[in-house]
């Protein structure tokens, strides 16, 4: 049964679905620990060690698809993996030990937590802008936007910083250490 | 010994040689004003900066980032004098007494203190990385694989003990690092492990954008949740640095605090920070008014900053005698030589000795220009804190998706260090320390390596882990180390019901 499950998790074609069931799982005891008053002021830590648990039980399961082969004496690809799943196990029950009996803080609330994950997606932007238009202007535009949303409002500064920028990737990057960054298709098909 | 001052003579002289000397000036420059950023701390200067060495000569990339660990280490007490805003978190020790000092006029001997302190604290360490390391390293070129293994386990537990009262989470930390280097082929036997049939997993997650993703991106996400754009104007601070005959009344001090910051950093996990309040503890003790300390003792700023700056010695002597990184800075050290295809650890010493030595000779005059910067810009480094965050902080993230692309021009590494930024940052939110998990990134490799040699070098039996003497003293230092905090609990708990 270890193995079908290991083997269903691991295929390459059920990335997506392992991937969903580890969501939602993961939104499930979200929902548990909000659910128990007990559990709700240590949320975030709990859902830490919560994908920790789901992380570990994950990798233990994959570790029964692997193959084996004829010169494996001693240990297989396997080994390793599961000893550090078996050492996990324990020190889980002890992180939830900790954090049920009070030995550590509650939970602090989240700020602007918009400002962090509206950089984050923009840094995605930024990073799938790169093989159209190219680092320059992908990052010019990300350093524009970022210092926006930050409520940067003098125009100089906003010219000044993304050009600066600029130059100084061309020059270090390009000429002093020769690592070329991607000119964009979209330029490479204009013939630019 | 005669040997030691051979090889060290020929690593000064390669140091004799323009580009070389400018590539520790520029990072000591660069490891001040990034230590003097609040925010940004040694281990992300050196992480930021890592890329750029990619095409270097190892020798000079690796000097270079030496110069960058040890200018930070100092940078930090800067703003913790001057605006009590340590820039580094060992230098929160720092500001105890020498932002008192400031406040009552005394801003030059409080800089001045912690300049000298941090210069001669260092070359301290210096020196005892250089006698210490050398005859270790010779021992450890003859361990077996079981007592490399039962090393591992003890560098990465005592991260455990040293976590403090939430110790568990760092343990749980350190696995999740060794669990993380699983994925991809497998030392041994080259079977692809938790990869998914994605190719760029087939080497496993590159340890570029992790350090950069955990120690930068984590460290950015979370000062922009609660970043105000309302910034806090500073008043300016100017000061005249003393005499240097001001100094030799903390000779002992900074002597005492030096050595005892050097042992303290070679323990892996415990760097600076535990250095520096362990110090300060110490010199407190040996004071004759204790009274002073908290209020503006200079023997406070002047341990807390020899013993920081001692502590990059002794966090250098386990990463290269033994191959495991002292302080969270230390293991993205690792990171830059395995970038450069070198092997940390015993081998170091006979296949580049060059490079070692040329290393040692570079910490010595990183010191001597780390002293002479400090002096000639000393109002120059106290204004960083009027650069604006709306301005450092998009250029510290377009650093990182830089440095993480420009190792291997591949896009999905980008993705990697973004997405353990986001790990990062969930892991500071929470009070999960993300170093133990680059301790357990850089060993997991070295650990599987050993762990699999055991077998064969006992012809079958895997008798080494338990009939090897040192194995086992090894062994029952790391279950002592798990052990401590667990029974330090109970002690505690049981004196507080007593009371």
């Not at chain 2, 568990?168 to 082929?185: C, E, R, Y």
């Not at chain 2, 050097?262 to 250095?275: D, H, K, L, S, Y």
């Not at chain 2, 180390?481 to 667990?486: G, K, S």
């Amino acid at each position: 049964m270890l193995k079908t499950l290991g083997t269903f998790l691991a295929a390459d074609s059920n990335f997506l679905w392992t991937v969903l069931i580890f969501a939602a799982l993961m939104g499930l005891f979200w929902v548990i620990y909000t659910k128990v008053p007990r559990l709700k002021p240590y949320r975030g830590q709990l859902l830490v060690i919560t994908f920790l648990t789901l992380f570990t039980l994950l990798l233990f399961l994959c570790t029964f698809s692997f193959r084996v082969k004829g010169i494996m004496k001693y240990t297989t690809a396997a080994t390793m993996p599961r000893t550090w799943c078996a050492l996990m196990a324990p020190v889980i029950v002890l992180v939830f030990v900790s954090i049920l009996n009070g030995t550590c803080e509650p939970d602090k609330p989240f700020r602007r937590w918009q400002l962090s994950l509206g950089i984050a997606a923009l840094v995605f932007a930024s990073v799938f802008l790169f093989e159209y238009i190219g680092y320059y202007l992908s990052s010019a535009i990300f350093l524009v936007v970022m210092m926006a949303l930050m409520r940067e409002r003098k125009a100089l500064r906003l010219i000044l910083v993304p050009v600066c920028w600029c130059l100084f990737t061309y020059f270090v990057f390009d000429k002093l250490l020769f690592i070329t960054l991607p000119a964009g298709s979209l330029f490479a098909g204009l013939g630019i | 010994m005669g040997e030691i001052f051979s090889y060290l003579g020929a690593g000064f002289a390669n140091l004799l040689n323009v580009t070389t000397l400018l590539l520790v000036l520029m990072g000591v420059c660069v490891g001040i004003l990034g230590g003097a950023i609040p925010g940004i701390s040694p281990s992300m200067a050196v992480a930021l900066l890592l890329p750029m060495t990619y095409k270097m000569d190892p020798t000079q990339a690796i000097i270079m980032l030496m110069g960058i660990y040890i200018g930070a280490n100092y940078g930090g007490s800067i703003t913790a004098v001057s605006i009590n805003t340590p820039g580094t978190p060992s230098a929160a020790v720092t500001a105890f007494d020498g932002y008192p000092m400031a406040k009552s006029g005394r801003a030059g001997e409080a800089m001045g203190i912690s300049l000298w302190a941090s210069t001669f604290g260092g070359l301290i360490g210096t020196l005892i990385l250089i006698f210490f390391s050398i005859p270790l390293a010779s021992v450890a070129i003859r361990f077996w694989p079981s007592e490399y293994f039962a090393l591992c386990i003890m560098g990465l537990t005592t991260v455990a003990t040293l976590g403090g009262k939430e110790w568990q989470k760092a343990l749980s930390m350190v696995l999740f690092g060794l669990m993380l280097n699983t994925i991809g082929k497998d030392p041994m036997y080259s079977i692809n492990r938790f990869i998914w049939g994605s190719t760029a997993l087939y080497d496993g997650i590159p340890m570029v954008p992790i350090l950069i993703g955990l120690f930068a991106l984590g460290e950015l996400f979370s000062n922009l949740e609660k970043y105000d754009p309302k910034e806090v104007k500073f008043e300016k601070v100017s000061y005249k640095l003393p005499k240097m005959s001001y100094y030799w009344k903390l000779k002992w001090s900074i002597l005492r605090s030096g050595l005892l910051g050097c042992v303290i950093g070679v323990f892996p996990g415990a760097g600076g920070t535990i250095a520096s309040f362990l110090a300060y503890d110490v010199e407190k003790r040996f004071s004759k008014e204790p009274e002073q300390f908290g209020h503006g003792a200079p023997a406070g700023v002047a341990a807390a900053e020899a013993s920081n700056s001692g502590s990059v010695g002794g966090a250098m002597v386990p990463l290269l005698s033994l191959g495991i990184p002292g302080s969270s800075t230390a293991a993205v050290l690792i990171g830059a030589l395995m970038i450069h295809n070198l092997t940390p650890g015993p081998e170091l010493f006979t296949k580049n000795p060059e490079l070692v030595y040329t290393l040692f000779a570079s910490m010595f005059v990183a010191h001597v220009i780390m002293a002479a910067v400090g002096v000639l810009g000393s109002n120059l480094w106290v204004r960083v804190t009027s650069i604006p965050k709306t301005i450092l902080y998009p250029l510290i993230f377009v650093f990182s998706i830089l440095g993480s692309y420009a190792v291997e021009k591949n896009i999905v590494h980008v993705v990697f260090c973004l997405i353990f930024g986001l790990i990062g940052w969930m892991l500071k939110k929470y009070k999960y320390p993300a170093a133990p998990v680059v301790l357990g990134v850089v060993l997991g490799k070295l650990m599987e390596t050993n762990f699999s040699q055991i077998p064969v070098v006992g012809k079958g039996s895997w008798a080494g882990l338990y009939n090897r003497p040192l194995t086992i003293v090894l062994f029952l230092i790391s279950i002592a180390a798990i052990a401590w905090p667990m029974i330090q609990e109970r002690l505690q708990k049981r004196k507080a019901n007593k009371a």
